[in-house]
């Protein structure tokens, strides 16, 4: 039985499993108690937590890329501290529950947050090549650390670009969620990539046929940026190493370099385009736990949020989008200024 339910005070997060679809959701109360979380609240916060001389308004750093200086202080470039309303929580252990058809556990794990940049107005798009770079270090040397923990299935990389696209608080972040379930995003896309392993691997021949029908965008030596056949919104754009790997953990770092040219690149071209549009980003790769997911190969995704879903999207799983993935990759080809390069 759900601690939850037994107890309304407990606020401990948990992970519950849908009996009629087979999905995982994370039940965290607590989070409704985070800056704009709920409509109609006011963030009345005077300070930004993530603004240098701030420090003191987060928890305690993890993690951080500074000069000198003690931690908790400024001077940093990239700063990483636990999430102040997360969605796991590490003392979230114990046994799961089954009552009926209805299977629930602790959602222990961790969630952290990467702070950008020290400029409260610095977004990923608006980076040079040198402050991207620096950021993506710091997604790696996070992914790792906890990629080497025991129990830890699948951890999630996530950027909300602007509070439409479900940021609470404006200064730039990034979000890691540490997870002890594969989600079934990655089960789907491990399924499609071993289904058609004996033929290669699906996400090269992907990038491949983006750019023999005039879906790619952008390439330089280690990645490709393209828009998706079956994109599911406007401009969404998917963007490959062109190093077969399962596992972003693998990145040197001239794959780094590649990964921090494209997507600046890339997100100031879409910014041109839109006029700075909220977004999500995410990094896909092969869940944690040493298992062979050789035909697997991982990437980033990006989905403007300029369409609202509605009941279709929500009642089937199935995307409509209005826009051809070729005129998507030729705008955003354009305002980049290479439409004649492709």
Request: contains cysteine.
């Amino acid at each position: 039985m759900s601690n939850e339910d037994a107890h309304p005070e407990f606020a401990l997060p948990e992970i519950r499993r849908d009996p009629v679809t087979g999905a995982w959701s994370i039940l965290a109360v607590g989070r409704s108690r985070r800056p704009g979380a709920v409509p109609g609240k006011v963030n009345g916060e005077p300070l930004c937590p993530f603004c240098p001389g701030n420090e003191s308004l987060t928890p305690p750093e993890v993690w951080a890329d500074r000069g000198q200086g003690p931690p908790d202080s400024p001077g940093w470039k990239v700063r990483a501290v636990p999430n102040l309303y997360p969605a796991l929580m590490p003392e979230a252990g114990g046994r799961g529950w089954r009552r009926g058809g209805m299977v629930g556990r602790p959602a222990h794990g961790e969630h952290e947050v990467i702070v950008n940049s020290p400029d409260h107005g610095l977004s990923l798009g608006d980076m040079d090549a040198e402050e991207a770079e620096r950021l993506i270090h710091a997604w790696l040397q996070r992914y790792r650390y906890h990629a080497a923990q025991p129990q830890v299935k699948q951890i999630q990389v996530i950027i909300n670009h602007r509070r439409e696209a479900g940021a609470s608080l404006e200064h730039p972040h990034t979000q890691v969620f540490v997870l002890p379930v594969v989600t079934r995003a990655i089960r789907d896309e491990l399924h499609e990539a071993r289904q058609r392993a004996a033929r290669g691997c699906n996400i090269c021949a992907a990038a491949r046929e983006a750019r023999d029908d005039g879906r790619m965008i952008y390439e330089n030596e280690s990645w490709t940026a393209c828009v998706p056949y079956a994109a599911r919104a406007p401009f969404e754009v998917r963007f490959i190493p062109k190093r077969h790997d399962p596992d972003f953990a693998a990145s040197g770092k001239d794959e780094l370099g590649g990964m921090a040219d494209v997507l600046t690149r890339v997100l100031k071209g879409l910014s041109n385009l839109l006029g700075n549009p909220p977004y999500n980003l995410w990094i896909h790769t092969a869940p944690c736990g040493g298992r062979d997911y050789g035909c697997y190969h991982w990437h980033v995704e990006m989905v403007p949020r300029i369409i609202i879903g509605a009941g279709f999207e929500l009642a089937t799983g199935m995307f409509i989008s209005i826009l051809a993935p070729g005129e998507a990759a030729r705008q955003l080809r354009e305002s980049m200024g290479i439409a004649s390069e492709q």
